[in-house]
T-cell receptor, first 115, second 112 residues
Framework: NAGVTQTPKFRILKIGQSMTLQCAQD?????MYWYRQDPGMGLKLIYY???????DKGEVPNGYNVSRSTTEYFPLRLELAAPSQTSVYFC??????????????FGQGTRLTVV | SQKIEQNSEALNIQEGKTATLTCNYT??????LQWYRQDPGRGPVFLLL?????KEKRKERLKVTFDTTLKQSLFHITASQPADSATYLC???????????FGPGTRLSVLP
C-alpha cells in the first residue's frame, strides 16, 4: 500500500494562476481531508469529505474548491492564487467508525509558493 | 471560541530524561484526543489515541493522559533519545473523525 500520495511535492505559482493539488489514497478510506500548515500555526482544515460525492467546508475554505467523485481521489483546486495561499498543504484520510480508532494518515505534503 | 494550546513552542531536554508535553483545550468536548509526530518536511504520523472515558494510554516509551475535567492531555516520552526530536501535535477529534482540529505543536529537542 502506498497510503496517501500527494502531487506535486513543490510548486511555485504566480498571483492569479490556478492549479490543482492531487491526492490519492489506496486504503479505501471514506474520509479525506485537506489541511494547510503555516509556520507556528499548526494545521488548519480547508475542506473534508466523508465519502464520494460529499464535501464540506473546514475552518479556512476561502479561495479553494474540492471535489470527490471517487473514494480514492480528493483534489484541491486553487482558482486565483494569492500570496496568502503560500503554505504547505497536507492531504489525509481516515476510516472512522463509532467507538473505533480514528487515526488519520497523511501524505508527504505539497509546498506551494505564490509570487 | 474554541482553542487548543500546547505548552510551549519548543522544549529541550537531556537524553534519558522524561519529556512531558501539554495540550490544553477550551470550549470543546472531544470524543477522542490524538497525538502525532511530525518530522521536518514530512506529514504528521499518528502515535496514540485516547478516548474521553480513558484516563491513560501507553505504548512502549509513550504515555498519554486525558483529563476531561481539566481539559488537558499530557504526553510523556520516557528514556528520551535524540531520535525522539521532532514536533509533536495534539489533535481533537469530534464527531468520530469528521473534524480533526490540531494544536500548534511543540518542537522537542533531545540533547545527547
Amino acid at each position: 500500500n502506498a497510503g496517501v500520495t500527494q502531487t506535486p511535492k513543490f510548486r511555485i505559482l504566480k498571483i492569479g494562476q490556478s492549479m490543482t493539488l492531487q491526492c490519492a489514497q489506496d486504503m479505501n478510506h471514506n474520509y479525506m481531508y485537506w489541511y494547510r500548515q503555516d509556520p507556528g500555526m499548526g494545521l488548519k482544515l480547508i475542506y473534508y469529505s466523508v465519502g464520494a460525492g460529499i464535501t464540506d467546508k473546514g475552518e479556512v475554505p476561502n479561495g479553494y474548491n474540492v471535489s470527490r467523485s471517487t473514494t480514492e481521489y480528493f483534489p484541491l483546486r486553487l482558482e486565483l492564487a494569492a500570496p496568502s495561499q503560500t503554505s504547505v498543504y497536507f492531504c489525509a484520510s481516515s476510516s472512522p467508525e463509532r467507538g473505533m480508532n480514528t487515526e488519520a494518515f497523511f501524505g508527504q505534503g505539497t509546498r506551494l509558493t505564490v509570487v | 471560541s474554541q482553542k487548543i494550546e500546547q505548552n510551549s513552542e519548543a522544549l529541550n531536554i537531556q537524553e534519558g530524561k522524561t519529556a512531558t508535553l501539554t495540550c490544553n483545550y477550551t470550549n470543546y468536548s472531544p470524543a477522542y484526543l490524538q497525538w502525532y509526530r511530525q518530522d521536518p518536511g514530512r506529514g504528521p504520523v499518528f502515535l496514540l489515541l485516547i478516548r474521553e472515558n480513558e484516563k491513560e494510554k501507553r505504548k512502549e516509551r509513550l504515555k498519554v493522559t486525558f483529563d476531561t475535567t481539566l481539559k488537558q492531555s499530557l504526553f510523556h516520552i520516557t528514556a528520551s533519545q535524540p531520535a525522539d526530536s521532532a514536533t509533536y501535535l495534539c489533535a481533537l477529534d469530534r464527531n468520530y473523525g469528521q473534524n480533526f482540529v490540531f494544536g500548534p505543536g511543540t518542537r522537542l529537542s533531545v540533547l545527547p
